[in-house]
């Protein structure tokens, strides 16, 4: 017999608990049990005893051998993108009308737990100037798309505070000001509507701003708030160092004019979709959120470079954030440069060595 290989173990209150993850399902195990799963481990042939057909009815020893899939990613991987697949559901059995009405009750039942959605940091708030739709009159959406592209070596020309307003506005802010459809039927609207859609309309992303070089801001840290359109201070400083150490040592944060981190709240998202599944959602949320500031910041002009590369852990303490519920998730980078997505310390290199192709 084979010992399933889609499972992982865990202690929980002094017991020892199996994960299926492929089929979606868990089992406290006592030690004999869980010792013989380490002997099958082992070895494909023992002599049987009565747990081994428990464990197999179980799904935790399999008769035959499961196939080898290509899997270029540790177990850990491995573990959520199976674990998240495949989700039991008789949703897909329901005809429209029963499918609705599941739904409604459902956000019925969980209406009176939702978290409040409004992030508010302590501090400062700085009004931000009106954003200036004539900044965008003319630009044709075509040529923006052709025109988005990674830079990674800025000039450190400051750019006007009333750019990153309407940049702010137009891509993480109430750009529709009211989310007409919800009012309309007398709906609760939790959220803000924004440019680009969210996993339920829930919107986790918070932006966290650090000005470098902006005109009319002194630099340092500040959270923006989505609802209002303005910033809170989180404290004033010169970080453009930190930015790059935080940043796993990536020279191309030199000379940008200001930087997004884009953070998550679980918290929302865990009140409507509790499985694990969503963990997907925050990730694209976060990629809707940044393609969406990267097209608008080229359609201001701009230069545009991000990353997912940093020091977790250390970014959060930066942004003085104290829940668990928040984690960082990416970083974006905005300012004047030379467009070229190659930083001329690896040109150089490149031009020296000519072995590198």
Excluded at 10 to 22: H, Q, S
Excluded at 75 to 98: S, V
Excluded at 314 to 326: D, G, N, P, Q, Y
Aim: with cysteine.
């Amino acid at each position: 017999m084979y010992v399933n290989p889609h499972i992982f173990f865990f202690l929980k209150d002094g017991e020892i608990v199996v994960w299926d993850y492929k089929n979606h399902q868990q089992f406290v195990l006592e030690k004999a049990y869980f010792e013989r799963l380490v002997d099958w481990s082992q070895k494909e042939n023992l002599d049987p005893i009565a747990i081994d057909q428990e464990l197999a009815e179980g799904e935790l020893l399999h008769l035959q051998p499961s196939p080898k899939k290509e899997w270029g990613w540790d177990i850990l991987a491995q573990i959520y993108h199976i674990g998240t697949r495949d989700i039991a559901t008789n949703l897909g059995e329901l005809d429209p009308q029963q499918w609705s009405k599941e739904y409604l009750e459902y956000c019925q039942g969980i209406s009176k737990e939702a978290p409040e959605f409004h992030t508010q940091r302590e501090g400062q708030k700085i009004d931000l100037p009106p954003p200036n739709f004539a900044l965008l009159e003319n630009q044709n959406f075509l040529e923006v798309m052709k025109a988005r592209k990674t830079c990674r070596s800025f000039s450190g020309k400051s750019v006007p505070l009333e750019y990153v307003s309407t940049l702010l506005y137009l891509s993480l802010g109430p750009l529709h000001e009211t989310w007409q459809d919800l009012e309309d039927n007398d709906l609760m609207a939790l959220g803000v509507r924004k440019a680009f859609p969210s996993g339920g309309g829930i919107h986790p992303e918070e932006a966290y701003i650090v000005a470098f070089n902006v005109e009319g801001l002194k630099p340092g840290l500040y959270h923006y708030d989505d609802k209002n359109h303005h910033l809170t201070l989180i404290r004033n400083g010169e970080f453009e160092q930190q930015i790059i150490e935080l940043l796993l040592g990536q020279f191309f944060a030199k000379g940008l004019a200001c930087g997004i981190f884009l953070t998550s709240r679980f918290d929302k998202i865990w009140w409507k979709y509790p499985h694990s599944r969503a963990y997907r959602v925050a990730l694209l949320d976060i990629g809707h959120a940044s393609q969406t500031v990267l097209l608008t910041a080229t359609a201001l002009g701009l230069q545009t470079w991000l990353t997912g590369a940093f020091y977790d852990s250390k970014v959060e303490e930066f942004l003085e954030i104290k829940s668990s519920a928040e984690s960082s998730m990416f970083f974006i980078g905005i300012g004047y440069g030379d467009n070229q997505s190659i930083p001329p310390e690896i040109l150089k290199i490149l031009q020296e060595d000519s072995s590198i192709t």
